[in-house]
């Protein structure tokens, strides 16, 4: 039996606030500097699949940085600090992925990447230069990522807070890191993410 959630659950409804992930909640405004205007895709050639290579296992952890962090542009060495992030989340995620890391019987990483030459008419390269990984000969961009965790034991009952109806014997699933570029929102990456993670977890049932 697997239960998928996102995590962490969080439910702002003011277009002012938007969540910035790190060990405590910070809810910061957002200024029109924040605002991204959707660059529509065509997802016909869009890939939805479980992390097949490092290098967009790299790509990944790339757009995680660039997704839960703001970074101001004039800080110094701040190439230097983005690039330390991304190494400390590629490790980690190798580690959970090679069933290295206590608490949880499987981890997978699922990509969903676009052709870079879809990519190249957005306002800056910016997610084409940090997110790029070769695919069968193929240049790609990492556009969304999450991380599908089954466990004997979900996050919240480490509280005491175990979901009814659920016996101890049962593994259960939840997703996190759950990220798309946001010059992609509002083209239902996050909804066919999510949806290739219950595929996923039911695979493991």
């Not at 065509?42 to 970074?71: C, G, H, P, Y």
């Not at 480490?158 to 699933?173: D, N, S, V």
Request: hydrophobic share 35%.
């Amino acid at each position: 039996m697997v239960l998928l959630s996102s995590s962490p659950s969080l439910s702002i409804t003011s277009p002012n606030y938007r969540y910035s992930p790190s060990r405590r909640l910070c809810l910061c405004p957002i200024s029109a500097t924040h605002v991204v205007t959707p660059h529509h895709i065509d997802k016909s050639s869009l890939t939805i699949s479980e992390t097949s290579s490092e290098d967009q296992l790299w790509a990944a952890a790339r757009l995680r940085v660039r997704s839960f962090n703001e970074f101001k542009p004039s800080t110094f060495g701040i190439q230097d600090h983005k690039r330390y992030l991304a190494e400390r989340e590629f490790e980690a995620l190798k580690e959970r992925i090679a069933g290295k890391r206590t608490g949880f019987n499987r981890v997978s990483c699922l990509n969903a990447s676009l052709p870079l030459s879809q990519l190249l008419s957005l306002p800056n390269d910016d997610l084409c230069a940090q997110c790029k990984f070769i695919e069968n000969g193929e240049d790609r961009v990492v556009v969304g990522t999450l991380d599908v965790n089954q466990c004997m034991s979900l996050p919240d009952e480490i509280t005491g807070m175990k979901p009814e109806g659920i016996e101890g014997q049962f593994a259960r699933g939840y997703l996190s890191n759950v990220c798309v570029a946001n010059e992609l929102h509002r083209n239902g990456l996050g909804y066919d993410l999510v949806a290739k993670s219950k595929a996923v977890a039911q695979k493991w049932v």
